[in-house]
């Protein structure tokens, strides 16, 4: 079981970026990752995936475009650049890991280790 500890949230205008890191314990470096985001009152939806090689992404339509997601495994760490941030991109932010190296699809029961999140605040 990966442990997953999620940092670099924060406040910022629309407009502006951010980047959240992803500390793992464990060996990470074997499965699939992946970002997700939380708002109130809503359901918790997929924002971007990678695979173990780091030579396959996908991305939310919602976000496409303007973030990008990486993984360094020497470091066990995975990443998301926000930029042109609205605010709808709002939420907490989960890192994931999924059952194994490729990646499926980007849903809730695709991926077996979560953390905490961090929390993102766009404001207009």
């Known amino acids: 079981q990966v442990q997953l500890v999620e940092s670099g949230g924060g406040s910022v205008q629309a407009g502006g970026s951010l980047r959240l890191s992803c500390a793992a314990s464990?060996?990470?470096?074997?499965?699939?990752m992946a970002w997700f985001r939380q708002a109130p009152g809503k359901e918790r939806e997929g924002v971007a995936r990678?695979?173990?090689?780091?030579?396959?992404?996908d991305y939310a339509d919602t976000v496409k475009g303007r973030f990008v997601i990486s993984r360094d495994n020497d470091k066990r760490s995975l990443y998301l650049e926000k930029n042109s941030l609205k605010p709808e991109d709002t939420g907490m932010y989960l890192c994931?890991?999924?059952?194994?190296?490729?990646?499926?699809?980007?849903?809730?029961?695709?991926?077996?280790?979560w953390g905490q999140g961090t929390q993102v605040t766009v404001s207009s």
């Open positions: 464990g060996d990470s470096s074997r499965f699939c």
């Open positions: 994931v890991a999924g059952f194994r190296a490729g990646c499926t699809l980007l849903r809730v029961g695709d991926f077996r280790s």
């Open positions: 990678i695979n173990a090689a780091a030579d396959f992404t």
